[in-house]
């Protein structure tokens, strides 16, 4: 004995011949493609990207913009006599100052000894 409804005879019968399965897919493709299509719509009321030459270009110094190439030495320490010592007020706010000549071959130089790098079979302590 059939206890189903003629009406749930009917949803039964479309639902097991697929023809639920495809109206539904058709659904999902046609919210997809409503979805790309108001993408295009949103990206063209953007504004348009610029050109090359409206682009903005490197200074003539070839450096980049912000960038600064300068020498550092150490600033010299102030010298005092040995009954009065200099408070950190006294002192210049850097411990460098900026050169206009680079330093010299032997100052660039490590004068250390060579401690070798991880691995490199050395003890690292100059032996």
Known sequence: MNTLSAAQNLAAGVWQSGLAQVVG???????????????????DRESRTPKPEEQPHRPDTGALPGETSEYRRPAEMPQ???EHRLMPYQLKES???TSPDPPTEEKRKWGGISSGGFGSGGTGHGD
């Open 95 to 97: 411990g460098t100052e």
């Open 80 to 82: 005092t006599d040995g």
């Open 25 to 43: 897919g058709l659904v999902v493709v046609f919210v997809l493609i409503g979805a790309v299509i108001l993408g295009f719509r949103l990206s």
